[in-house]
């Protein structure tokens, strides 16, 4: 089944200069991008985004960090993309939880900056794509 799903390239990977790393793990995956977009958030975007986190100590310094700087906000299309981009980003911890292979486990060390997102489910997709892209 084609789906959508909402990655970022946060601000660590446009400043380290990984952006096409990403794109080009998507694309020889097979999965295509539908939009693409180059942006600094406000504060309340952030929010949003992360608001499932709103009651974690690390809250205040996520949303400082995906404001810090321009990031690159894509909507990846295809076949089961959803589980497929999480898959290629590996897990949250880019040392404990991402293996070697992923972008996670290939481009970071800490959980802060550990370089994407992607959606984790279809409903958060669909949440997100609308906070992002204004559609799904
Ligand atoms: P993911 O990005 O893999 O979906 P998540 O939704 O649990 O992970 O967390 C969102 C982001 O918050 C994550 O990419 C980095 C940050 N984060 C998560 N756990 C953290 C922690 N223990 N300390 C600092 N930042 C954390
Ligand atoms: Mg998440």
Known sequence: MTERTLVLVKPDGVK???????????E????????MDLRTVERSVAEEHYAEHKDKPF???LVDFITS??????????????????????????????????LRGDYALEVQF????GSDSPESAERELKLWFGSL
Do not use: C, Y
């Not at 550990?114 to 997102?117: C, P, T």
């Open 69 to 102: 700087g321009p990031l690159v906000a894509m909507t990846v299309e295809g076949p089961r993309a959803i589980s497929a981009f999480r898959q290629l980003a590996g897990g949250t911890d880019p040392v404990e939880k991402a293996t070697p292979g992923t």
């Open 59 to 61: 809250f205040g310094e």
């Open 28 to 35: 020889r995956k097979g999965l295509s991008l539908a939009a």
């Open 114 to 117: 550990n370089l994407v997102h």
């Open 16 to 26: 380290r200069g990984l952006v096409g790393e990403v794109i080009s793990r998507i």
